[in-house]
């Protein structure tokens, strides 16, 4: 199924996404080991990829970089991206923001971004789904 390009999409975590596409989603583990699954395989062989992660790491540093620093899992691979704070598609090597928390400006979830965001028309606000 998935090395043939039978999925249409793939849904998967991230460490980083950056601004063209790349992601990674896995590390060298504690002790040297690498912590590899099969993300490597899902990203080459679904025809979307998308990313749901938090907006940034437990201390405070950009998930969604100009550049990742990690080992990489695909390259240019990621057309969309959810966050806890924004929905953003990868479009032309840019980070294209489409939805954003209402009470957040822009100016506020650029600073904690790591690339830069772009905009094409309206932004609308992201529905939060009440539990």
Not at 79 to 104: C, P, W
Request: net charge negative; charged share 20%.
């Amino acid at each position: 199924m998935v090395r043939g390009g039978h999925l249409d999409v793939a849904i998967l975590g991230a460490y980083q996404v950056a601004e063209n596409g790349d992601l990674a989603n896995w590390r060298v583990g504690t002790k040297g080991v690498p912590a590899v699954g099969g993300a490597m395989d899902l990203v080459h062989g679904a025809k979307q990829v998308v990313v749901i992660t938090e907006h940034v790491t437990k201390g405070g540093e950009p998930k969604l970089v100009e550049r990742c620093t990690f080992p990489l899992t695909g390259v240019g691979c990621i057309t969309r991206i959810y966050t806890s704070h924004a929905v953003i598609d990868v479009s032309g090597g840019r980070f294209m923001l489409r939805e954003k928390l209402a009470d957040m400006t822009f100016d506020e979830l650029q600073a904690m971004t790591g690339g830069r965001l772009h905009v094409d028309g309206r932004v609308a606000d992201l529905a939060v789904p009440e539990l």
